[in-house]
């Protein structure tokens, strides 16, 4: 039960994340550019994104 209040302040993080991300690409929509991803971009992303799903894997697994 003590793990109940990390869950849910995790969930309510993740869904601020999703809704930035929402906003972020409404705004840009709004302006009328295009959503385009080149290999800048690329290597920015990946490495954030890979790093994350590490730690929470790694969680995931040691927290068992």
């Known amino acids: 039960m003590d793990d109940s209040t990390y869950a849910i302040f995790l969930g309510f993080g993740l869904l ?6 929402i906003a972020f690409i409404a705004l840009l929509k709004a302006d009328g550019q295009k959503l385009q991803f080149g290999p800048n971009g690329l290597i920015v992303a990946i490495p954030i ?16």
Do not use: S
């Open 16 to 21: 601020w994340v999703v809704m930035a991300g």
């Open 49 to 64: 994104v890979l790093v994350i799903a590490v730690a929470l894997i790694f969680g995931v697994i040691a927290g068992t």
